[in-house]
């Protein structure tokens, strides 16, 4: 029973490329978070999503950041021309249902803008 | 230009000795406080939880204390190992019903000196 998986693990971008984060929740859950963090710091939230729908993305900046969870596939989070200061860790978490506190969280993708 | 990051709180036990790891928490109306564990280079990890009308909630080695008069919550961790090493994040869950977000704390760094 795999846990929740993200991948890349890793990922270096140049200032204006694309990055794609994606995340298949555990086996079972339809709700998924995102969440960023810088070094040195806590867990932003950006964006919850359930399949097909976005429920609360207040924490997402307005511009260059989108994320989907289609039907069939994993969660992406898109940022169009990266910067260097979305240089973070982005984590995905999953649970069963919206009124579970204890969310699984993947082990993050490791974004590094040069 | 680039963001400096906080630095988080450390606290260093001697291995064997309890450990309390403190939170201060802001939204009156949470319903639910999360505790994480996130070892380096990896994603944050359950650890226990407790209902806000709860005062005590006992784990594995670990026991979570809520004082809502003034806002606090503690982790104690009994007999401190070197794989307790870790950043420890409190969460909240705000208000009750249907969907409510998590919001992390900022954390603090256990260290465990063998």
């Known amino acids: 029973n795999a846990g929740v998986m993200q991948n890349p693990r890793h990922l270096v971008r140049r200032r204006g490329q694309e990055a794609r984060l994606r995340c298949s929740p555990m086996k079972g859950h339809s709700h998924v978070y995102w969440y960023r963090q810088l070094p040195e710091e806590g867990l932003k939230f950006m964006v919850y999503l359930q399949k097909e729908n976005i429920i609360d993305e207040s924490g997402m900046p307005k511009e260059r950041f989108s994320a989907e969870f289609p039907k069939e596939g994993p969660s992406i989070l898109r940022i169009q021309q990266v910067v260097r200061g979305d240089s973070a860790a982005y984590f995905c978490?999953?649970?069963?249902?919206?009124?579970?506190?204890?969310?699984?969280f993947g082990s993050g993708t490791r974004l590094t803008v040069v | 230009g680039e963001s400096v990051g906080l630095h988080l709180p450390t606290l260093s036990v001697q291995e064997g000795d309890n450990s309390i790891i403190n939170c201060a928490y802001s939204?009156?109306?949470?319903?639910?406080f999360i505790w994480y564990k996130q070892e380096s280079g990896k994603g944050p990890q359950f650890i226990i939880d407790?209902?806000?009308?709860?005062d005590k909630r006992q784990g594995q080695r670990v026991t979570v204390l809520l004082n809502k008069t003034v806002k606090h919550l503690s982790l104690q961790i009994a007999a401190t190992q070197p794989g307790d090493s870790a950043v420890y994040f409190c969460?909240?869950?705000?208000?009750?019903?249907?969907?409510?977000?998590?919001?992390f704390g900022t954390g603090t760094k256990l260290q465990v000196i063998p």
């Open positions: 978490a999953s649970s069963p249902s919206s009124i579970i506190s204890g969310y699984t």
């Open positions: 407790i209902r806000s009308n709860m």
């Open positions: 969460a909240e869950r705000g208000g009750s019903g249907g969907y409510q977000k998590v919001t």
């Open positions: 939204n009156s109306a949470s319903d639910y």
